[in-house]
């Protein structure tokens, strides 16, 4: 796009002016602002691409933040239901033992049991316990199942039974009324009502220490790499995939939700530690944890907002660099166009070198320089075409015309530095302005310009010199000025001290300093 702008910008330049002098700065011009527009492209590029990697952490860390509050919530969640079910147990145990006819009943049987045996007095008080009666309410499935091959453990609500004994007037422990249920009812209906996956693991040791049993015993025989027995589960199929996959701490603490992606969708995993809750009555008096509650949930619809949120950053990002892109290619192309009509408006429209308008500009630039600088001179050479009127009046306007393309182009190539300036100052004459050049450098560019001109054989059957065009050249320089001249009068009044000594000449003649160019 930038180089169309630049090649239409100079082929415009050119088809409306002509070739153009060699010091025409447009395609530096163009240049600078294809640099610059380069230079904005990168700094945008470099912007949005920190904005999109900023938008990334951040979506990111707010999502591992949003599902660790999340499975954080589900745990308390947990752990209410589970002191919500031993409160209720509790609750039951002791209302049931409140009945005075249950504690009659059990008074009545051990009183009977009495009648019947007398045991010997050592033995009266394990014989009382042994009659005590536990009873259980709830459920009481035992045996080993498709999802756990286990038998449950179970939470208790335990509470004595006391009766006043009608012989002795005071209280009788006669027994204790047992409430429990297993992890199996607990975790699936947690599942049920906060729509999670869950799972309950067992430590080995604690399996192994409270309860071994024939099927734990039978499922560490066929698994002894495993560390943990799945006491219950409510997806037993995903369970065996992600367990393998999970690393479980030792202390069975973590501070963030692990991702997996499983059948086409993605779950979010979390585990936190279990702890006995027999024998202890507050939470602080847990010891070390007897194993841990695996919790997953399909959170694809929430990965799938995150993703689209970010896809819509990518968007607005693309779409503000193509705007602001747009906005800066139409300003450079605006710019390109002002400056090519600017500097085409520096030039001659026939001869396509500087106009008199650009050569005052550049002089009077190059003589405050010169001023400021006076050990660097600056030299002036002014052409004038030998009797061009009568070239005119000879061979027409039209010919005339391409005379002065021809000597144009012949003086354009004095000019070899990037500083050096030819222009047309009007009708058939000629400036060159030299920098840094000293007179006798510029006595041999004004000679060799001339003897170029007369090379070019260009026929003039009305001159009094020579049968072809020539022409005669004044040349001053700001280190031989007195300081009441003026370096352009200098040289134009050289340029007519060379014509009235016959044309054809460089005026000065002779200069007695060796030539020199100062290098730019």
């Not at 954080?72 to 147990?89: I, P, T, V, W």
């Not at 031989?480 to 370096?487: F, G």
Request: with cysteine; hydrophobic share 40%; aromatic share 10%.
């Amino acid at each position: 796009m930038i180089s169309r702008i630049m090649h239409h910008a100079a082929m415009h330049c050119l088809r409306q002016k002509g070739r153009l002098n060699m010091r025409l700065p447009i395609s530096r011009t163009l240049r600078r602002n294809r640099n610059i527009i380069i230079c904005f492209t990168l700094i945008i590029l470099t912007v949005d691409a920190v904005f999109l990697a900023i938008n990334y952490v951040s979506l990111k860390e707010t999502l591992s933040s949003s599902l660790l509050q999340q499975a954080r919530r589900h745990q308390d969640e947990f752990k209410l239901n589970l002191k919500m079910a031993y409160s209720s147990m509790l609750q039951i145990s002791t209302m049931i033992t409140t009945s005075s006819e249950l504690g009659q009943n059990l008074l009545n049987e051990e009183a009977a049991g009495r009648q019947e045996q007398n045991p010997p007095p050592e033995d009266q008080s394990a014989a009382a316990s042994a009659r005590r009666k536990t009873y259980q309410f709830g459920s009481m499935e035992n045996k080993p199942t498709p999802l756990s091959e286990s038998s449950y453990s179970w939470m208790r609500g335990v509470t004595p039974i006391w009766v006043v004994d009608p012989a002795t007037k005071g209280q009788v422990y006669v027994g204790s009324l047992e409430v429990s249920t297993s992890f199996k009812e607990i975790v699936q209906l947690y599942s049920k009502l906060f729509r999670v996956d869950a799972a309950v693991l067992l430590g080995r040791e604690h399996v192994r220490n409270k309860m071994w049993n024939p099927a734990t015993k039978a499922y560490f025989e066929r698994h002894p790499e495993a560390n943990h027995y799945v006491e219950v589960s409510t997806s037993w199929e995903l369970l065996q995939k992600i367990l393998p996959k999970l690393f479980v701490k030792e202390n069975y603490q973590t501070d963030k939700a692990e991702l997996f992606f499983e059948n086409s969708k993605y779950y979010s995993v979390y585990y936190f530690p279990l702890m006995d809750y027999q024998m202890a009555t507050d939470e602080e008096e847990y010891a070390d944890p007897v194993g841990f509650l695996l919790i997953w949930e399909d959170v694809t619809d929430q990965l799938a907002r995150s993703a689209t949120n970010f896809l819509v950053n990518i968007i607005l990002a693309v779409l503000a660099f193509v705007f602001i892109e747009a906005g800066l290619i139409w300003i450079l192309n605006r710019e390109n166009r002002l400056s090519v009509a600017e500097q085409c408006a520096a030039v001659d429209e026939l001869t396509g070198l500087f106009n008199r308008r650009y050569l005052d500009d550049v002089l009077d630039n190059e003589l405050s320089r010169a001023e400021k600088s006076r050990d660097t001179p600056l030299s002036l050479i002014i052409c004038d075409v030998d009797y061009f009127k009568r070239y005119n009046d000879t061979y027409g306007h039209k010919t005339g015309d391409d005379c002065l393309r021809k000597i144009s182009d012949c003086l354009r190539q004095q000019g070899r530095r990037s500083s050096d300036c030819v222009a047309r100052y009007g009708g058939e004459e000629f400036v060159i302005v030299l920098p840094r050049t000293d007179l006798s450098a510029a006595m041999d560019i004004a000679e060799t310009a001339r003897r170029a001109v007369a090379e070019l054989g260009i026929p003039h059957a009305s001159s009094d010199i020579l049968p072809v065009v020539t022409i005669t050249l004044g040349v001053a320089c700001t280190a031989h000025l007195a300081e009441y001249d003026n370096l352009f009068e200098a040289a134009d009044r050289n340029l007519y001290l060379a014509k009235n000594r016959g044309r054809n000449r460089v005026e000065p003649e002779r200069v007695s300093l060796p030539a020199r160019r100062i290098a730019a």
